[in-house]
Nanobody
Framework: QKQVLESGGGLVQAGGSLRLSCTAS????????VGWFRQAPGKEREGVAA???????FVVASVKDRFSVSRDIAKNIAYLEMNNLKPEDTAMYFC????????????????????WGTGLQVTVSS
């Protein structure tokens, strides 16, 4: 049974940085794509960044100059590095895994990801 776990969220002041981590058990990490999504109160879930099974990456334009996605296959951990955080980045952040996504040119839909973490809160104070 696959289990996905996020860590690294919390409260940070505007302009600060956080690094979110995501790990999963029950799957061969190197074969899977990882997506990062977020949902702010009263808003729909939106994709933030993804890294494909072939290590291709995509970060949505709204955060591209501040966020980056990566992974350490040896440690079975994926990361979302978030810099110069803004209050509008406040949301629940989720990571998710999919075995079918490579050559990422756009943010994959959340419907393509099968295994999801329970999410963690990121709050950016002004």
């Amino acid at each position: 049974q696959k289990q996905v776990l996020e860590s690294g969220g919390g409260l940070v002041q505007a302009g600060g940085s956080l690094r979110l981590s995501c790990t999963a058990s029950g799957l061969t990490f190197s074969n899977y794509a990882v997506g990062w999504f977020r949902q702010a109160p009263g808003k729909e879930r939106e994709g933030v960044a993804a890294i494909g099974g072939d290590d291709s990456t995509f970060v949505v334009a709204s955060v591209k100059d501040r966020f980056s996605v990566s992974r350490d296959i040896a440690k079975n951990i994926a990361y979302l590095e978030m810099n110069n955080l803004k209050p509008e980045d406040t949301a629940m952040y989720f990571c998710a895994f999919s075995g079918d996504i490579n050559n990422i040119l756009n943010m994959p839909s959340g419907s393509l990801f099968r295994s999801w973490g329970t999410g963690l809160q990121v709050t950016v104070s002004s």
